[in-house]
T-cell receptor, first 111, second 113 residues
Framework: DAKTTQPPSMDCAEGRAANLPCNHSTISGNEYVYWYRQIHSQGPQYIIH???NNETNEMASLIITEDRKSSTLILPHATLRDTAVYYCIVRVTGGYQKVTFGTGTKLQVIP | EAQVTQNPRYLITVTGKKLTVTCSQNMNHEYMSWYRQDPGLGLRQIYYSMNVEVTDKGDVPEGYKVSRKEKRNFPLILESPSPNQTSLYFC????????????FGPGTRLTVL
C-alpha cells in the first residue's frame, strides 16, 4: 500500500469550509483514495472515495490533483459535529491487501 | 440493518488468560479485518481475511491469531494476553468489488492487567 501523509491537526470555524489535505505521492495507478472519519472512539465511518476525478456526495467533496499525488477533502460548511479525526488511505478498490490508516488529522471545529 | 458487531464491547482480564473477541457481519462481505488503536499511533491493522480460510498478517500480528471458518465471522484470539495488548480493537468488513469501503464495528476496549 502507498503511504499517506496528513497534518496532525487543523482548526476550522463553524460554518466555514474545512479543507483537509493528504499527500500520497507513491500512489499506484489502480489505487483509489478513501477518506474516513472517527468521532471520539467510535468505529471509523466511510466518507468518500475517488480515483482521479473529483467526487462529491452528501457529506463532502474530494479533489484529487491531476498527477494524483495529493488530494483534499472538503467539508463545505463545517459544524461542531464534524469535529473528528479524518483518515486518508489508498488501496485498490475492494482489494485484498493490507490497509494502512496512519494517524490522520484531528479537525477541531470552533464555534 | 447492515452492520458489523463485536463482542464483548468491554473486557478486563489478566495476563495469560486466553480470550476471544468475536466479530460478525451481515453484509456477505468477503474482506474482513482487525485493527488496534492506541493513543498517538492511529489505526494499525492486525490481520485481514480475503475469504473463508484465507487470512494474512497486517502490520502488527504478533500475539494474535485469527480464523475464518464462516464468511460472516472473523474472531480475534489472544492465546496469552499481555499488558501491551491493552488497546481499543475494531473489526471491519468490505466487499471485494467496488466501491470497497470498509464498514467498522463499534469497538472492543480491552484491558490486560
Amino acid at each position: 500500500d502507498a503511504k499517506t501523509t496528513q497534518p496532525p491537526s487543523m482548526d476550522c470555524a463553524e460554518g466555514r469550509a474545512a479543507n483537509l489535505p493528504c499527500n500520497h505521492s507513491t500512489i499506484s495507478g489502480n489505487e483509489y483514495v478513501y477518506w474516513y472519519r472517527q468521532i471520539h472512539s467510535q468505529g471509523p465511518q466511510y466518507i468518500i472515495h475517488g480515483l482521479k476525478n473529483n467526487e462529491t456526495n452528501e457529506m463532502a467533496s474530494l479533489i484529487i490533483t491531476e498527477d494524483r499525488k495529493s488530494s483534499t477533502l472538503i467539508l463545505p460548511h463545517a459544524t461542531l459535529r464534524d469535529t473528528a479525526v479524518y483518515y486518508c488511505i489508498v488501496r485498490v478498490t475492494g482489494g485484498y491487501q493490507k490497509v494502512t490508516f496512519g494517524t490522520g488529522t484531528k479537525l477541531q471545529v470552533i464555534p | 440493518e447492515a452492520q458489523v458487531t463485536q463482542n464483548p464491547r468491554y473486557l478486563i482480564t489478566v495476563t495469560g488468560k486466553k480470550l476471544t473477541v468475536t466479530c460478525s457481519q451481515n453484509m456477505n462481505h468477503e474482506y474482513m479485518s482487525w485493527y488496534r488503536q492506541d493513543p498517538g499511533l492511529g489505526l494499525r491493522q492486525i490481520y485481514y481475511s480475503m475469504n473463508v480460510e484465507v487470512t494474512d498478517k497486517g502490520d502488527v500480528p504478533e500475539g494474535y491469531k485469527v480464523s475464518r471458518k464462516e464468511k460472516r465471522n472473523f474472531p480475534l484470539i489472544l492465546e496469552s494476553p499481555s499488558p501491551n495488548q491493552t488497546s481499543l480493537y475494531f473489526c471491519a468488513s468490505s466487499q471485494s468489488g467496488p466501491p470497497g469501503e470498509q464498514f467498522f464495528g463499534p469497538g472492543t476496549r480491552l484491558t490486560v492487567l
